[in-house]
């Protein structure tokens, strides 16, 4: 098993990772697109493991048995999302039901997309620091312009997360807590690969 925290860093953290997506913009399965020799899930995955902060969920919905297999030789927690097709707000509500129910301990999570390739485990263990150090009990990521996950939320939150609905994403919770906001820098934000101009782009090196 994977040792789950680092030294020092207080309370585990969990990393839910959303990845039950059709990819209907894609037109195959984003979370099996090869980026740097390996698929994008099983590198997101990777680095969520080896940010060391605490359990890894994966939500899987659409092709989930394909991108089980990818998975299958890491230590995660997998959790089907039976609604996938419903949006995002689903996989968060599988996601975090699935800590209350089987990791009633955890006392933090961090929210990651399945298609922000730039994510690293720097941000992850950077998003967790300012978390303790600020006691801010929401953590998210400003690209710049905009702010997005991947986004921190403590347990007082975890509630208005399971209240979410269809398109309905993590950040409506975010802005209706802006008291208890705070922000790490994460300029690759602004790169997700949601359709193939999107991936070559990013292939080639140019932002998407």
């Not at 994977?2 to 839910?16: F, K, L, M, S, W």
């Amino acid at each position: 098993m994977q040792e789950h925290r680092q030294d020092n860093q207080g309370p585990e953290t969990a990393i839910i990772i959303l990845a039950a997506g059709g990819s209907s913009r894609m037109g195959s399965p984003k979370q099996l697109l090869g980026i740097g020799g390996t698929s994008l899930i099983s590198r997101l995955a990777g680095v969520a493991i080896t940010a060391s902060l605490g359990p890894v969920l994966v939500v899987l919905g659409a092709n989930s048995d394909q991108i089980r297999e990818e998975l299958r030789h890491l230590d995660i927690h997998f959790v089907f999302n039976e609604e996938w097709s419903e949006g995002i707000a689903s996989s968060i509500r599988s996601g975090f039901l699935y800590l209350q129910q089987n990791l009633p301990e955890i006392n933090a999570a961090i929210v990651m997309l399945a298609d922000q390739p730039l994510v690293d485990v720097p941000l992850l263990r950077r998003l967790a620091t300012a978390s303790q150090d600020s006691g801010h009990s929401i953590i998210t990521c400003d690209y710049g312009s905009v702010t997005g996950p991947p986004t921190l939320f403590k347990r007082k939150h975890f509630t208005a997360l399971l209240e979410l609905h269809g398109d309905e994403g993590a950040k409506k919770v975010v802005i209706k807590n802006p008291a208890s906001l705070g922000v790490v820098p994460f300029a690759g934000g602004k790169t997700d690969l949601d359709t193939p101009g999107d991936y070559f782009k990013f292939l080639r090196g140019e932002d998407t």
